[in-house]
């Protein structure tokens, strides 16, 4: 009786969590991104196109075709300095694409005594964790939508590397596909709508947050912007496709009544709440599995506006 319980029990979690995207792959990626050898992943730092580099590498493995030429790393200049954005892509049955973003740059290091890394653990390697994650669950899979994985660069001087991609005349056929963009931002600590939970940016301007809503995974649940004073939907990497009239918002869990941590040196893995980021990454790929044309073709109201 016990090994055919023992059994029922075994084939029982294979069946439900065989695909899911495990808490050590993402402890694994967002502590890589977060180490000290990154040191805070400054745009115009060998530590900046190392972070890149092994953005790279993760794509490599998920068998992501190029975006454009022969290779992930697409380079831009900025005040003199080069640096590379991350681009791959998943064809699925139709052109028609979902896009998922975060950036991975962060704010380096400053001159004071003891802890002077700014390791961005959640700030964002907890968001380049959720669209490497997304690549991992849809590795072996074919979808209807086909998609788009995209890491930003020299977020943290500006939205320079988002607006240097979403400039580039190469990545038009890309581009021109995008039916929707999610932008994740800082997902690794519990939101103040609980767990399973996050905020998006700018939902009075789409129907992007009812859709998701509609078609969600195992509760996962996206609630409107409660920082609606700060114009979140205005300040984030998001805002460089919106300028083309794509649908592209911010997904985040910070609480930023609470949040300590935001640009501090203290934004290290000891702040990160992995089961419920794991948990929501997840969801969301299972959400994101269930969309296809029939069922998922946000759009913007005219409250939104395209010329900032
Ligand atoms: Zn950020």
């Not at 979140?232 to 941590?261: P, Q």
Request: one cysteine or more; charged letters at 25%.
């Amino acid at each position: 009786m016990k090994k055919i319980i023992f059994f029922i029990l075994t084939a029982g979690s294979v069946c439900t969590y065989a695909q899911d995207i495990s808490k050590e792959r993402i402890l694994d990626i967002v502590s890589t991104l977060a180490s000290d050898e990154m040191k805070g992943r400054k745009f115009g730092t060998p530590e900046n196109d190392k972070a890149a580099e092994y953005i790279a590498a993760e794509y490599k493995k998920n068998n992501l075709e190029y975006c454009y030429g022969d290779s992930y790393m697409i380079p831009f200049e900025y005040k003199g300095q080069k640096g590379y954005n991350v681009c791959g892509v998943k064809k699925g049955k139709s052109p028609e694409s979902l896009a998922f973003s975060a950036h991975f740059d962060h704010i380096g290091t400053n001159q004071k005594e003891g802890d002077n890394i700014y390791n961005g653990a959640d700030d964002d390697a907890s968001g380049v964790a959720t669209v490497i994650g997304l690549a991992d669950y849809f590795k072996d899979k074919k979808t209807d939508f086909s998609m788009v994985f995209m890491a930003f660069n020299a977020e943290e001087i500006g939205l320079i590397g988002s607006k240097a991609l979403a400039d580039n005349q190469n990545l038009n056929p890309v581009f021109n596909n995008i039916r929707a963009l999610f932008n994740f931002e800082m997902l690794a600590t519990e939101s103040q709508f609980g767990k399973n939970a996050v905020f998006m940016t700018g939902d009075e301007f789409s129907d992007f947050d009812e859709l998701i809503n509609a078609n969600a995974a195992n509760g996962l649940k996206v609630y409107p912007d409660p920082y609606q004073g700060q114009h979140l939907f205005y300040r984030s990497d998001n805002v460089n496709f919106v300028k083309k009239k794509i649908i592209a918002h911010s997904i985040s869990t910070v609480d930023m009544n609470k949040a300590t941590h935001y640009h501090g040196v203290n934004d290290d893995m000891s702040i990160v709440e992995a089961d419920n980021l794991t948990n929501i990454i997840n969801n969301f790929a299972k959400t994101i599995e269930k969309l296809n044309a029939g069922n998922f073709q946000p759009k913007y109201n005219d409250k939104v506006r395209y010329d900032f």
